[in-house]
């Protein structure tokens, strides 16, 4: 293991997994420093990307960006790890009554490069019960995220570029004269925070907004493989063809903890009794934290005291989607001094101090 890095990486959930992959794909030599003792809400989630979200359809924030380059992202990152993680897949969404079938039919028009409203039905109803009919929504799937993560923990290792420990902020120096950072026996140009929930404890980063959110998910088997993502309340998302799937998920800011309960399973059968005609019996239940923020959108940058700091942080229940896209654009903030979409720099937090 070298000591000297261009970047120190701390986390390997999504946020440090596509941002190490990022700079490493860039020539930059990067260690990722993370913890198999502290949760990853990203072993929790249901890996789930969807350009249009909600009750009301509303088209996800910056989805224009966004989707094309999580398109090219992921394959391209499959191709590198020699894995299949990746699984664009439609999501049907039933009505829930004919008013709602006018409804969002008409607003179909607005949005017809991310929805699809003359379904086949038919097709769909071997599996939902869809009384009203439904649309489809495009360019969207799930990613395997526990698959992605352990190969590319894998992929650092054979670079030796992962230590599988506690970060400890106390031995943290900052280098004068804009030198970077140490951290006990490595130096580095930067070291970038990437530590889900638990950055709302990171020293340096304290007085950013973040406001976390309890999800919990099921894990369930069917008779046999459900073909497409089924969403209406909660979303049932197939797993790699097999005969399950996850039912995600529910919400919660209190209690923060990540203990599944029972209140949660039974919201999430319910609801899945509901959209599913099938019968399917439940096999585990997970709960996690997910990065959320106030202002709901991500946190990049650099600290303005301390710019050797930064963090990449605030996905909310989003990551998938985000991460890729604000990877590059962290990349190109710091190596090229391209502005950082002004919705997630954090300078704004500090201006305000
Ligand atoms: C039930 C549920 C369902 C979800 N479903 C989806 C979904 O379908 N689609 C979607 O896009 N998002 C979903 N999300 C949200 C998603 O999980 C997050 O957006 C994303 O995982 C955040 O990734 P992250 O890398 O920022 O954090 P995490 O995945 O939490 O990773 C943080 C990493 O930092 C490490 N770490 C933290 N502190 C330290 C330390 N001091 N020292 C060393 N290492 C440290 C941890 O070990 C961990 O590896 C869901 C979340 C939940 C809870």
Request: hydrophobic share 35%; net charge positive.
């Amino acid at each position: 293991m070298k000591d000297t890095y261009d970047f120190l990486i701390v986390g390997q959930g999504i946020a440090g997994t596509v941002l190490s992959y990022t700079l490493l794909r860039k020539g930059k030599s990067v260690l990722v420093i993370s913890s198999p003792h502290h949760s990853a809400a990203t072993r929790v989630a249901a890996g789930l990307f969807n350009p249009v979200t909600g009750k009301q359809l509303k088209k996800t924030w910056l989805a224009q960006e966004l989707f094309p380059f999580l398109h090219r992202f992921y394959p391209e990152m499959e191709k590198t790890l020699g894995i299949r993680f990746f699984y664009p897949t439609v999501i049907y969404r039933p009505y829930r009554s004919v008013q709602e079938q006018n409804d969002w039919m008409a607003r179909s028009s607005e949005l017809k490069e991310w929805l699809r409203t003359d379904t086949d039905d038919a097709h769909y109803r071997r599996f939902t019960p869809a009384p009203y009919g439904g649309l489809e929504t495009l360019h969207a799937g799930y990613i395997d995220t526990n698959l992605l993560l352990d190969r590319y923990a894998a992929y650092l290792h054979q670079r030796k570029a992962l230590r599988e420990e506690v970060f400890d902020y106390d031995r943290v120096e900052i280098l004068p004269d804009k030198k970077g950072v140490r951290y006990g026996a490595y130096r580095a140009r930067y070291l970038i925070f990437c530590e889900g929930a638990h950055g709302r404890f990171n020293p340096f980063f304290k007085d950013l907004p973040f406001n976390c959110v309890k999800g919990e998910i099921l894990d369930i088997e069917l008779p046999e493989a459900l073909p497409f993502i089924v969403n209406q309340g909660v979303s049932v998302i197939p797993f790699r063809g097999e005969a399950r799937a996850k039912v995600a998920a529910t919400y919660q800011w209190k209690p923060l903890d990540e203990v599944p309960t029972q209140q949660a399973r039974q919201e999430l059968i319910e609801k899945t009794r509901d959209l599913l005609s099938i019968p399917f019996q439940v096999k585990g239940q997970k709960a996690g934290i997910r990065p959320a923020t106030r202002p709901r959108r991500p946190f990049v940058g650099l600290h303005p005291q301390y710019p050797a700091l930064g963090i990449f942080n605030g996905m909310g229940s989003k990551g998938i989607s985000l991460t890729p896209f604000f990877a590059q654009q962290f990349y190109e903030y710091i190596e090229n001094r391209k502005p950082l979409h002004e919705e997630v720099d954090i300078a704004k937090y500090f201006k305000k101090q």
